[in-house]
């Protein structure tokens, strides 16, 4: 398991250091995760070794995709979760998706009150629900509100989730 967070973590420093300084995580960085997890569990444990590295691939991907379509995050990043199955399997890289969710709450929630702005994208929230409730509106942001959406590299909250994970789960 040792050998897996070192491969692993390899990645997800150098993807956290290129979305720091960029805000993108490369594509040859996503290939290179994907291809050296699917090797190292080729190598050490062969066709079942491959299979736990596709499952662990189809959940992190699949699901990040999905918030991906939601807006909710980059296509690096999905890739990113891609690599992050294949290396971890499906039961860790569920836990790493979680711990990082909440992580990235707990960050957008500090950065709305250093920024002072917690009670008027609440409200927003509050009416944009109250009015797909109550008058059928649309909840789907338009493209003005997309604007105003707060972003940060969602690195800064995979890395500690990763981190919890290693630290107080395995």
């Known amino acids: 398991m040792e ?3 070192i491969g692993g973590g390899v990645f997800i420093l150098w993807a956290f250091w290129t979305d720091i300084k960029e805000r993108k995580i490369p594509n040859i960085l996503n290939i290179l995760f994907i291809v050296s997890g699917l090797l190292y569990h080729a190598v050490m444990s062969g066709w079942d070794g491959l299979a736990f590295a596709g499952k662990g691939f189809l959940l992190g991907f699949g699901i990040m995709l999905i918030l991906h ?3 909710a995050v980059g296509a690096g990043d999905v890739k990113l979760f891609g690599g992050i199955g294949v290396w971890f399997g499906m039961g860790m890289t569920a836990q790493v998706m979680i711990y990082s969710i909440i992580f990235a709450g707990i960050i957008g929630l500090f950065i709305m ?4 702005e917690t009670i008027a994208r609440m409200r927003r929230v509050f009416w944009k629900l109250a009015g797909s409730v ?3 509106q649309s909840i789907r942001s338009t493209e003005a509100e997309h604007q105003q959406f707060l972003t940060f590299p969602f690195m800064t909250a995979v890395l500690p989730g ?5 630290f107080f789960i395995t």
């Open 134 to 136: 109550l008058w059928k």
């Open 69 to 71: 379509w939601m807006k």
């Open 3 to 5: 050998t897996i967070f």
């Open 113 to 116: 009150l250093w920024r002072r």
């Open 162 to 166: 990763v981190a919890f994970c290693y």
